[in-house]
C-alpha cells in the first residue's frame, strides 16, 4: 500500500523561482525522507528528517514536517535547471520497508 | 566509501524467459538490502529486502523471487518471464540503524516482448 503521496504530480516554473512540493502520509512514522530521481536514473537521498523534528535545511533545501497534519514539505528555493527532476518523499517506521509516494515531477523552464 | 552496484542497465527479454539481476554492494557489512520495481511515471514498490544472508522478504506475490547467497550480494530472478514483468528495476541498501537513508543502484530497465 502506498503511504506517501505527493502534491502537486507535477510543478512547472521558471529559473530562480522557489518550488514547494508536499507530501501527506497516513501512519505512524519513525523518519520521513526526500529523494530525487533524474530521468531512467537511480534515486538520490536529500535529506532525512526525524519524527521529532520540525525542520530541517541543507543546502538550497528546506523541509519541514508536522507531525500532527501527518505531512512534509520540500522547498528548493533559487531553482536551476539541473533541479529538474522527479522527487519522492517516503516514510519509515524502523530500518527496513521504506515506503515511497507516487512523486511530483520538477520542471525548471530557463 | 560506499557503492552498490546493479547489472545490466538495460535487458530484453522474451515472454518464458529466465531472469537474473544482480546487485552487489561494496564498503560496508551487513547491510540491509532491497530491491524495488517502478512502472513508468509511477512511484516505487517495494518487492523484496534481506536483513541478512539467506534472509529474503516477500512484499508483493509474484511471479520474481530474490536470493542472498553473500552477504553483500542480492539477485532478482524469475524462472518464466510475463509481460507484466516489465519496468525500472532498482536495489538498494542501508545501513542497520532507522535515521540513514537509501542508497540506490543506477537500475535495470527491463522489457519482455
Known amino acids: 500500500s502506498q503511504q506517501g503521496e505527493e502534491d502537486p504530480q507535477a510543478l512547472s516554473i521558471q529559473e530562480g523561482e522557489n518550488a514547494t512540493m508536499n507530501c501527506s502520509y497516513k501512519t505512524s512514522i519513525n523518519n520521513l525522507q526526500w529523494y530525487r530521481q533524474n530521468s531512467g536514473r537511480g534515486l538520490v537521498h536529500l535529506i532525512l528528517i526525524r519524527s521529532n523534528e520540525r525542520e530541517k535545511h541543507s543546502g538550497r533545501l528546506r523541509v519541514t514536517l508536522d507531525t500532527s497534519k501527518k505531512s512534509s514539505s520540500l522547498l528548493i528555493t533559487a531553482s536551476r535547471a539541473a533541479d529538474t527532476a522527479s522527487y519522492f518523499c517516503a516514510t519509515g517506521l524502523g530500518a527496513q520497508k521504506l515506503v515511497f509516494g507516487q512523486g511530483t515531477r520538477l520542471t525548471i523552464n530557463p | 566509501s560506499q557503492t552498490i552496484h546493479q547489472w545490466p542497465a538495460t535487458l530484453v527479454q522474451p515472454v518464458g524467459s529466465p531472469l537474473s539481476l544482480e546487485c552487489t554492494v561494496e564498503g560496508t557489512s551487513n547491510p540491509n538490502l532491497y530491491w524495488y520495481r517502478q512502472a513508468a511515471g509511477r512511484g516505487l514498490q517495494l518487492l523484496f529486502y534481506s536483513v541478512g544472508i539467506g534472509q529474503i522478504s516477500s512484499e508483493v506475490p509474484q511471479n520474481l523471487s530474490a536470493s542472498r547467497p553473500q552477504d553483500r550480494q542480492f539477485i532478482l530472478s524469475s524462472k518464466k518471464l510475463l509481460l507484466s514483468d516489465s519496468g525500472f528495476y532498482l536495489c538498494?541498501?542501508?545501513?542497520?540503524?532507522?535515521?540513514?537513508?537509501?542508497?540506490f543502484g543506477s537500475g535495470t530497465r527491463l522489457t519482455v516482448v
Open positions: 538498494a541498501w542501508n545501513g542497520q540503524s532507522a535515521n540513514y537513508g537509501y542508497t
